[in-house]
């Protein structure tokens, strides 16, 4: 069971916003909370960083307001608070370090050259500026859009930009390594 928290818990927030949009008009809000409150329970159970911790609190807070108000906008905010907690753990990883793609790296090449590190410091960065930009949107559908246009930039959009945000970076990884021989 231990082997299939990660991935399930990946799935499920892959499919929230599908799962959301198509039970809102069929489910009140707060059986719908519930799904929030499943989310919130596998994401304290799958890690022990705090970054994380929080972020669970922070659904379980979702879900007890959805639930009490029987609303559907704390169930439409969950994508704000992924890109913030993303954005908090790639920031905070900038301020403590190392940074967080440098940890990544370290995993394959353990004996990273500085500029390696630099390069790895701008991509956090980088990260950085997306989850703020992706957070920023994912609030504006969740106050403004209808649930369609919500469900369509949070279960596809969004999806489709971070593929496109690694596809990128590994562009210019590549043009870099070729620079540096």
Do not use: H
Request: aromatic share 12%; charged share 15%; hydrophobic share 60%.
């Amino acid at each position: 069971m231990r082997r299939l928290r990660a991935p399930l818990l990946i799935a499920l927030s892959l499919a929230y916003p599908l799962v959301v949009y198509s039970c809102l008009g069929r489910f009140e809000p707060r059986w719908l909370a519930l799904f929030l409150c499943l989310l919130a329970a596998l994401r304290a159970v799958a890690t022990r960083e705090r970054t994380w911790l929080w972020a669970a609190l922070g659904t379980g807070a979702l879900a007890l307001w959805a639930f009490l108000d029987n609303a559907a906008l704390p169930l439409k905010l969950y994508p704000v608070l992924v890109n913030l907690a993303l954005l908090l753990a790639f920031g905070l990883s900038l301020r403590f370090g190392p940074p967080l793609v440098e940890r990544l790296a370290r995993l394959r090449e353990p004996e990273l050259p500085a500029r390696a590190v630099a390069y790895t410091r701008r991509v956090t960065q980088a990260w950085c500026v997306f989850f703020l930009c992706n957070g920023a949107l994912a609030l504006a559908t969740s106050l403004w859009a209808s649930d369609a246009v919500w469900a369509l930039y949070n279960g596809a959009i969004a999806y489709g930009l971070i593929g496109l945000m690694f596809a990128a970076e590994w562009l210019v990884r590549q043009r870099v390594m070729a620079r540096d021989g």
